[in-house]
């Protein structure tokens, strides 16, 4: 494991705990390894096998919360936290204030009403800094940001900071509808420039409104994604 | 004869010249999968398929493209997978939905915005996957 094979490793303490099944330390370290190793999976369901409803202790408790919170599962998080014994109530706090900063679903709230339900008592000044990270990030509408598209090409991606491609849109739709226009006016109606660039105009047009509503949808989930990692960065060792 | 009639005739009658090859087959064959490709090129087929018209007019473009417009020029675009392949996939993948997809990426493709995409490593260019639209 000092040298990172962590798939070499998981095998190894699988061949040590066929020789003793009931060897604690052999059983937290293969958990480890299937962690580190990318199947965090494998770990959690031999997680399961040795202890599928009894109370975890303190290292098999902080193990089983950080894999729950590498695969995604904030449900088996919660039963993990419900299982262990040994943990303090502040350190059970500081762990569901990550679960709740991975989980992302505070940035669907009022930015003012952005709090987890469970009182925040972390010691974790890392985590208390992101935690109040949260309450600067504002969630960009999609809705906002099409309608606000609709108005002015590109305004609604320039709203989800995309200023750069805001302005290519505006560019695209304005000197396609323009020559579009220089068409109709000099030949008329049966100006086969203008149809080309009339048609060209209004592709250009509804794309950048779905490319608005794309874009803000992006804004949250790379916001979420930002503090999903810094928070992995604090609670998963490695 | 003119002149251009004869380069003609001699130009046909070199293309259905089977005795002189540059290679035989079993030269060719031999160096037949001797580079695998690079892992994570682009998942495309230019298999045309006629299963409506849509599909055969969006395969039928797709493979006239990568065949004699793309195939003739070096990497040009700033993503990978790159703006022709993206919008077959999202156009299969999301339907009418992947047009604007498509299109809203071209008009992406231009390499200002390099702070919003990963790099592809074996490629060297903007990662920019399709993904699912939610409806």
Redesign the interface.
Same mark, same amino acid.
């Given at each position: 494991m000092q040298s990172h094979e962590y798939q070499l490793a998981a095998a190894e303490w699988d061949r040590v705990l066929f020789l003793n099944p009931f060897d604690t330390m052999a059983r937290l370290n293969l958990l480890k390894s299937f962690r580190l190793s990318d199947k965090p999976v494998e770990g959690w369901k031999k997680l399961n096998l040795w202890y599928p409803s009894a109370p975890l202790t303190k290292a098999f408790s902080l193990e089983a919360a950080q894999l729950a919170l590498t695969i995604g599962d904030f449900a088996a998080f919660g039963s993990v936290m419900d299982r262990s014994a040994d943990l303090s109530g502040a350190e059970k706090s500081t762990w569901k204030l990550g679960a709740w900063l991975m989980q992302g679903d505070w940035i669907n709230q009022p930015v003012k009403s952005r709090n987890p339900s469970f009182t925040v008592a972390s010691m974790n000044p890392q985590l208390l800094d992101i935690y109040s990270k949260t309450k600067d990030i504002h969630r960009k509408s999609p809705a906002a940001a099409v309608a606000l598209s609709c108005l002015v090409p590109g305004m609604g991606k320039i709203y989800s900071h &995309?200023w750069? &491609?805001g302005l290519?849109?505006l560019l695209?739709v304005a000197t396609s509808a323009f020559q579009s226009y220089r068409g109709f006016s000099k030949y008329g109606i049966s100006s086969v420039t203008g149809w080309i660039f009339g048609g060209l105009a209004t $592709? /250009?047009y509804?794309?950048?409104? /779905? $490319?608005s509503w794309?874009s803000a949808t992006l804004y949250n989930v790379n916001q979420t994604d930002r503090i999903r990692h810094e928070t992995e960065g604090v609670l998963i060792t490695h | 004869m003119k002149w251009k009639t004869i380069i003609s005739i001699f130009i046909i009658s070199a293309a259905f010249t089977f005795n002189a090859p540059a290679q035989k087959a079993p030269d060719i064959n031999s160096f037949r999968n001797l580079f695998k490709p690079a892992p994570g090129r682009p998942e495309y087929s230019l298999k045309i398929d006629p299963k409506n018209e849509f599909r055969l007019i969006l395969t039928s473009g797709f493979a006239f493209y990568k065949v004699f417009i793309s195939s003739q020029d070096g990497v040009r675009c700033t993503f990978y997978p790159s703006c022709s392949v993206y919008a077959l996939n999202t156009i299969k993948m999301n339907g009418i939905a992947g047009i604007f997809d498509a299109i809203d990426r071209l008009t992406r493709c231009n390499g200002i915005s390099p702070e919003k995409y990963h790099i592809h490593e074996p490629t060297q260019r903007f990662y920019d996957p399709v993904t699912k639209i939610n409806r």
């Open positions: &995309d750069k &491609d290519m849109s695209f $592709g /250009f509804t794309a950048n409104l /779905f $490319g794309k | -």
